[in-house]
C-alpha cells in the first residue's frame, strides 16, 4: 500500500541504481548495455505496478489545474478594471449597481441561450445589478459577424435591444440572420455595416479573448462576479448566490 511519499518508485530506483558498479565521480556516463539494464528494470516495474503511472498522472493533473486556478485567481485582482469597469464594456441593469455580473458568451452558443432568460429574472429582481457583456466569439465566423454587429449596435444606442433579439433567434444563427434581426430592432443596417469594420471594435474583440485568456475561460458561457470565476449555464438560484456573495464582500 502507498502511504504519504509513494515507496513503489524509491524501491524500482534504488533496484535500478542497483544495476550501476561504483565508480568514481569524474567517470564517464553510464554505458550503453547500463543504460538499457536500468530502463528495462523501470518498464517491468511500471507494467507490474501501473497504479504508480496513474497517481502520478491525476496528481499533475490535480497541480495544473490548482496552478492554473490560482492564475486566474490572480487575473481577477490585477485586471479587476477591464474586467468590470472598461467604458467600451456594453451594460444593462443599473449602470452604477452594486455588483457587476461579467458574461462571456456567444451568440450561437446554444448555453448562452439558455441562461438569457435566468439572467433577465436576476435583473428583474435585484435592481442594484449591473450585467457586463462580454462579445467571446468562439464558434466559427457566423459568431464574429454577430458579436462586430452587436458592437456596432452600440453605437447606435440600441444594444441591448439587439443581443436580447439574438438570444431569443431560434435555429441555427447565419449572417442574414444578424441583419435581420438589427433591421427588425430599429438599426440602421447600411451604418451597421459600416461601423462593423471599426478598428476600435477588432480591438474590444481581441481585448476580450486576452482577457478570457487571463481568466481561463475556455468556453461559453463564462462569468466573473466579485473574485469568483463560473463556467457554464448555471442556475438562477446559483446566479443569485453568487451576486449576494459578491455584494457581501
Known sequence: MLIGTPIGPLIFCCAALALVPLRPADAAELAPEQRRAIESVIHDYLLQHPDLLIEAFRAAE??????????AKQAVVARRSEIFDDPETPVSGNP???????????????????VQPRLAELLASDRELRIAYKEFPILGSV??????????AHRQGKYEAFHDAMMAAKGGITEDTVYRVAGSVGLDVDRLKNDMAAPQIDAALKANQALADALDIRGTPGFVVGDQIVPGAIELSSLKELVAGARNK
Open 62 to 71: 490535480e497541480k495544473l489545474k490548482s496552478d492554473t486556478g490560482e492564475r
Open 96 to 114: 452604477k449597481g452594486d455588483v457587476t455580473l461579467v458574461e462571456f458568451f456567444d451568440y450561437r452558443c446554444p448555453y448562452c441561450k439558455q
Open 143 to 152: 459568431s464574429v459577424t454577430a458579436a462586430r454587429a452587436a458592437l456596432a
